[in-house]
Nanobody
Framework: QVQLVESGGGLVQPGGSLRLSCVPS????????MAWYLRAPGNQRELVAA???????NYADSVKGRFTISRDNAKNTVYLQMNSLKLEDTAVYYC??????????????WGQGTQVTVSS
């Protein structure tokens, strides 16, 4: 059973920074991709940033230039560095891991989420 442990959320002022961490129970290299999603009140869960096992990254347009997804192999951790935070960034952020067993067969795993609140 894959578990994803998230941390790093909290309350920050506009313009501030946070770094979210996601530690999977298995090696980060065992996953096809890892990603961060958000769910704000009244909204569907949306992709924020993703990184594949080929080191390709994708970002939502709203966070490009402000957020960075990265890996620390020694700590087996995926990070989301969040800079220049805005009020609209307030949401619960979820870590996602995607495992591909064979072509066409994938399993998706989710963490419990960590709350990010941007408020003055």
């Amino acid at each position: 059973q894959v578990q994803l442990v998230e941390s790093g959320g909290g309350l920050v002022q506009p313009g501030g920074s946070l770094r979210l961490s996601c530690v999977p129970s298995g090696s980060i290299f065992s996953f096809y991709s890892m990603a961060w999603y958000l769910r704000a009140p009244g909204n569907q869960r949306e992709l924020v940033a993703a990184i594949t096992n080929s080191n390709k990254t994708n970002y939502a347009d709203s966070v490009k230039g402000r957020f960075t997804i990265s890996r620390d192999n020694a700590k087996n951790t995926v990070y989301l560095q969040m800079n220049s935070l805005k009020l609209e960034d307030t949401a619960v952020y979820y870590c996602n891991a995607l495992k591909q067993v064979v072509t066409g067969l994938r399993y998706s795993y989710w963490g419990q989420g960590t709350q990010v609140t941007v408020s003055s």
